[in-house]
């Protein structure tokens, strides 16, 4: 079993930045690839980036390319993600989560790839 608690989440205004942070705990986390996924209200959970075991290769979603950031920190078993110049529309739960294996690429956006979830951290981008 993996454990997954997301932090960071908050209210920031549209143009601003903020800093999620999830923190593993249980097996052992540099076996993971790890992504974060959001879901808006009335919305299906949509994949955000991915990052893979060492932290070497990214992938994301060609909505946050460019203002996102996923990176990791395996001494500190924790996964991050940057947000620069967030949006209204982004508003959202965010969710960090964990998959075996070492595929990382378009099937990353799938969330039946991914075997440990969080709990999700709230996000509010007001404008």
């Known amino acids: 079993q993996v454990q997954l608690v997301e932090s960071g989440g908050g209210l920031v205004q549209a143009g601003g930045s903020l800093r999620l942070s999830c923190a593993a705990s249980?097996?052992?986390?540099?076996?993971?690839?790890m992504g974060w996924f959001r879901q808006a209200p009335g919305k299906e959970r949509e994949f955000v980036a991915a990052?893979?075991?060492?932290?070497?290769?990214?992938y994301y979603a060609d909505s946050v390319k460019g203002r996102f950031t996923i990176s990791r920190d395996n001494a500190k078993n924790t996964v991050y993600l940057q947000m620069n110049t967030l949006k209204v529309e982004e508003t959202a739960v965010y969710y960090c989560a964990a998959a075996a294996g070492t595929y990382l690429g378009r099937r990353s956006e799938e969330r039946d790839r991914y075997d440990y979830w969080g709990q999700g951290t709230q996000v509010t981008v007001s404008s």
């Open positions: 249980g097996r052992t986390f540099s076996n993971y690839n």
């Open positions: 990052i893979s075991r060492s932290g070497g290769n990214t």
